[in-house]
């Protein structure tokens, strides 16, 4: 479904990704793990279209989406939480989650996915009419996830959706993720959380320094020498 | 003098600055960029007041709506040729691209018409006064103060209430993320641009209604006056235009009548010490959207 042929991609004069090749298939769920500054964030952001790879090919359904600006993409049925949510948060929840609706051809279709929406995040149903900047940091990430799949992505791709959240939410969030996988959404998910991804994920690549460094399924990573190394960032630098 | 006249005046060109101002931060606050070709849209409506006034024998409401259109077509054109191309380099290029509009429209002002001014011929209703509780208030104000509200609530009533509002809000908020979700950079682009047109066509009306001459350089004036009053309401916020504009208007009328005679010629600058004055203890102006939602009217 998503193929990333040795994506290349910079920041003026930085080189951030240095030949990057994923592929996640329909249905999947894959995880893309690493240290800080690995370029996770920017190989996600090439996907979305926010940065243009200056080398290699990205293709989606077999066709080529380099190059495509976000709102192709995101009509093509790539949605991206963001590192951060970047929810609108002088929109009320309503107005984020009409927004994330906003490429639905069907009124019918907007309002089943509301509906299912209400079920998975009841806290948004209260909400509804309040400020998205008023909301707590977990309600927060909720409707970011939210607003991504009011869409009905086809492709769903979550940037650490359990930074910065409580133990409670954080087991909350990735019990959504498996939830959502089970229910067909195909996923990639970037995460410092490596033990929590490795329990729910398909397969993993581990990225660094702008490459891919391995992949497998998680028994496979988890024998893997370079897991060590990603496990000591992490503890090392988020004290988990 | 601070009597019923005077408010009634003032309560006019707060209204008038207001919608001044609102034209020119609906586009900052989605792209960032202050377009200074946006003097040159109230110029343009203003000659197609004259020429339509002098040479054709359309109805003056007709002529004002048509004028409205000119503006606001010209906005959406120059967004076309002008700013498009440029707006994926830098925002440094896109500021030099208005000022190059800008120059570009005057020039064409100067040449196909004339550098001189030219009289516009206004319609009864903008020479005549009625009178409200023994003031005579000129017919004008009361217009510039009736357009200026069904602006606001038209305004209003589409950003909260239709999808095209709701992402011109959300564009506003984070350009990028509302492109993610399937929004295309040049609708809200274009939309912005057309408000911004509409909003200085109307304004051309009410402007020249004053002076009754245009001129290639009438877009200065205005334009100063809309960054001025976007910079005292924050420009971030629509709000804050609102704000600014009547601010602006409250201050430079009393100005008018507490300076005394010999002073009077300096209000302007007594204004731009009020505004430093303002900026010192408000940086990001009287309305900074960091601490407040934004809601406008
Ligand atoms: N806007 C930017 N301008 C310049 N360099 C950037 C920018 N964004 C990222 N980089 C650089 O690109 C590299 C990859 O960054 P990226 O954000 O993709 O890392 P990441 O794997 O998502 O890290 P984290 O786990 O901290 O989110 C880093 O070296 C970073 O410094
Ligand atoms: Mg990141």
Known sequence: ?240 | MINLEFIINTISLGSLYAMLALGLVIIYGILRLVNFAYGELIMVGGYTLYLLASFSPLPWLFIALLAVLVAMFTSLFTELVAFRPVREKSLTAMLVTSFAVSTLLQNGALLIISPRARAVVLPQIFQTSVMIAGTSVPWRNILTILTSLVMLVLLTLLLRHTVLGIALRAAADNFTMTRMLGVPANTVISAAFAISGIMAGLVSIFWISRSATVTPALGAPPLLVAFVATVIGGMRSLTGAVVGGFVYAIVISLLGVLLPPGLLEFREAFMFVFVIIILLFRPQGLISSKTSVERVG
Not at chain 1, 62 to 90: N, Y
Not at chain 1, 182 to 194: C, H, K, M, S
Not at chain 1, 205 to 221: A, D, F, H
């Open chain 1, 1 to 240: 479904m998503l193929e990333l042929n040795s994506i290349h991609a910079r920041y003026g004069a930085i080189t951030a990704l240095r030949g990057v090749s994923i592929n996640v298939s329909q249905g999947e769920l894959v995880a893309l793990l690493g240290l800080n500054g690995a370029g996770k964030s920017t190989t996600l952001g090439c996907i979305a279209g926010v940065l243009k790879p200056w080398q290699g090919d990205i293709l989606f359904d077999g066709a080529s989406i380099a190059g495509k600006s976000p709102e192709q993409i995101a009509r093509l049925g790539i949605s991206l939480v963001p590192e951060g949510r970047d929810i609108f948060s002088s929109l009320t929840v309503d107005e984020n989650l009409r927004l994330g609706g906003y490429i639905l051809k069907e009124k019918a279709e907007y309002h089943r996915n509301l509906d299912e929406i209400f079920e998975l995040f009841p806290v948004l149903k209260e909400r509804f009419q309040q400020p998205g900047g008023t909301l707590s940091g977990g309600e927060q990430q909720q409707l970011a996830i939210a607003r991504a799949l009011m869409s009905s992505p086809r492709l769903l791709m979550l940037d650490e959706p359990s930074l910065g959240l409580a133990p409670a939410l954080v087991d909350q969030i990735f019990e959504l993720i498996d939830r959502l996988h089970q229910r067909g959404v195909t996923i990639l998910l970037v995460e410092q959380n490596v033990d929590r991804s490795l329990e729910i994920v398909d397969r993993a690549y581990l990225m660094n320094t702008g490459r891919i460094e391995s992949q497998g399924t998680p028994q496979q990573l988890r024998t893997h020498a370079d897991i060590e190394g990603i496990y000591m960032g992490v503890k090392g630098q988020s004290g988990k």
